[in-house]
């Protein structure tokens, strides 16, 4: 079955960097395009960002542009998302989540906070 696992979330003070990591299996990963979503305490889940499915496009929120960055490894089935210059605002639980699929894994908390 599908599993996405993620990983790296922690305590960060503000301006410093995190890179989060997620696993995937149960599906062909070079075949989807992968997402990453967060969500606040009280708000809505949100798209953070997109990559395609062979790496050569990416899209990100307005909210993070310039500081966040998504890749992928093919051959590891993960997909990654470096995160920079972090602010109190970027706390959330991040998700990932492969394209037209409708699993979501147990999340990675991010904290970011002095």
């Known amino acids: 079955q599908v599993q996405l696992v993620e990983s790296g979330g922690g305590l960060v003070q503000p301006g410093g960097s995190l890179r989060l990591s997620c696993a995937a299996s149960g599906f062909t990963f070079s075949s989807r395009g992968m997402s990453w979503y967060r969500q606040a305490p009280g708000k809505e889940r949100e798209l953070v960002a997109h990559i395609t499915r062979g790496g050569g496009i990416t899209n990100y929120a307005d909210s993070v542009k310039g500081r966040f960055t998504i890749s992928r490894d093919n051959v590891k089935n993960t997909v990654y998302l470096q995160m920079n210059s972090l602010k109190p605002e970027d706390t959330a639980v991040y998700y990932c989540?492969?394209?037209?699929?409708?699993?979501w894994g147990q999340g990675t908390q991010v904290t970011v906070s002095s």
């Open positions: 989540q492969a394209v037209s699929l409708p699993y």
